[in-house]
Nanobody
Framework: QVQLVESGGGLVQAGGSLRLSCAAS????????MGWYRQAPGKQRELVAT???????NYADSVKGRFTISKDNAKNTVYLQMNGLKPEDAAVYYC??????????????WGQGTQVTVSS
């Protein structure tokens, strides 16, 4: 059973920074597409950033130049560095990873979500 555990959310003042982490555990052969999504109250979940293994990252226009997605294959962990946070960035952030398990099974896994609050 593959699990994703997120950490790093919290309360920060506008203009501040946070780094979110998403660690995958279990029998993992490979992590393919990795992404971060967010959902604010009353809004639909939206894509923030994605990166395909071996590819270049893609970002929502609203976070370009401020957020950076990265990964550590050795640790099976994906990160989201968030700089210049704005009140409109406040949301629950979810990581999503397309995983190939050791037995060859492919599945999309989601983290439990971590709250990001930005005070103005």
């Amino acid at each position: 059973q593959v699990q994703l555990v997120e950490s790093g959310g919290g309360l920060v003042q506008a203009g501040g920074s946070l780094r979110l982490s998403c660690a995958a555990s279990g029998s993992i052969l490979r992590m393919n597409t990795m992404g971060w999504y967010r959902q604010a109250p009353g809004k639909q979940r939206e894509l923030v950033a994605t990166v395909i293994s071996g590819g270049s990252p893609n970002y929502a226009d609203s976070v370009k130049g401020r957020f950076t997605i990265s990964k550590d294959n050795a640790k099976n962990t994906v990160y989201l560095q968030m700089n210049g946070l704005k009140p409109e960035d406040a949301a629950v952030y979810y990581c999503s990873v397309d995983i190939v398990a050791a037995d060859g099974d492919r599945q999309r896994c989601w983290g439990q979500g971590t709250q990001v609050t930005v005070s103005s």
